[in-house]
C-alpha cells in the first residue's frame, strides 16, 4: 500500500508528539526514508517538471513543521547554513547530492557572517535521508538535476538565518 501526503503527516505528527526532540526527529527521518520507497507517492509530488524548487506539500496547523518537494534542474551549490532555531532533515527521491557538513570558527551575527570550516563530505543517494539539528552547519552540492522530500520543523519562509562563509 503507497503513502498519502494525509497519511505521512499523521506519522510524523505522531512521532514528534511521542518525542519532540532529536530522537523523534529519528523517527521521522525513518518514515521519510520509507516514503521515499514508494514510487507512486514520489512521482505524484517530486516527480513533475512543473515542480518549483520549493514547494510546500503540507505544513502542520499545531506542530508547525512542513512538508516540502525540491526539485533542481542541473548542477546548483548552497553555502554554508543552518536552519536557525529549527531542524531539517533531507530525502533524496532522485539524483544524488553531495553533502558537506562544516565546524563553526566564528559566530555569525546580523551585521557580519560567521565563519566556517569544511568537517567532511558524504553523498545522499535515492532513498536516503539524513536530520540536521538546530545549529548543524551543512551544505548541499548537487552536480545534476535532483528531487528531494524534506521536512522542516518551522516554515524556513518565516525564519530570518544569519550567513556563513567559508575559510
Not at 27 to 55: M, S, W, Y
Not at 65 to 79: D, Q
Request: glycine fraction near 10%; include cysteine.
Amino acid at each position: 500500500m503507497g503513502y498519502t501526503l494525509e497519511q505521512l503527516a499523521t506519522e510524523i505528527r505522531k512521532a514528534l508528539k511521542a518525542q519532540p526532540g532529536p530522537e523523534g526527529r529519528k523517527q521521522v527521518c525513518a518514515i521519510v526514508q520509507n516514503v521515499l520507497k514508494d514510487g507512486a507517492f514520489v512521482t505524484k509530488h517530486v516527480g513533475g517538471d512543473d515542480v518549483p524548487e520549493r514547494k510546500i506539500l503540507y505544513e502542520d496547523p499545531d506542530l508547525g513543521f512542513c512538508i516540502l518537494a525540491h526539485v533542481y534542474h542541473g548542477a546548483k551549490e548552497s553555502a554554508p547554513h543552518d536552519h536557525g532555531p529549527t531542524w531539517a532533515i533531507y530525502g533524496q527521491a532522485e539524483g544524488e547530492t553531495l553533502m558537506n557538513e562544516w565546524a563553526m570558527v566564528e559566530p555569525a551575527s546580523e551585521q557580519k557572517p560567521g565563519k566556517v570550516r569544511h568537517v567532511k563530505a558524504y553523498p545522499l543517494k535515492r532513498g536516503m535521508a539524513h536530520v540536521y539539528n538546530e545549529g548543524d552547519l551543512h551544505s548541499p552540492k548537487r552536480e545534476g538535476s535532483t528531487r528531494l522530500i524534506r521536512i522542516e520543523g518551522r516554515n524556513m519562509d518565516k525564519v530570518k538565518r544569519l550567513s556563513y562563509e567559508r575559510v
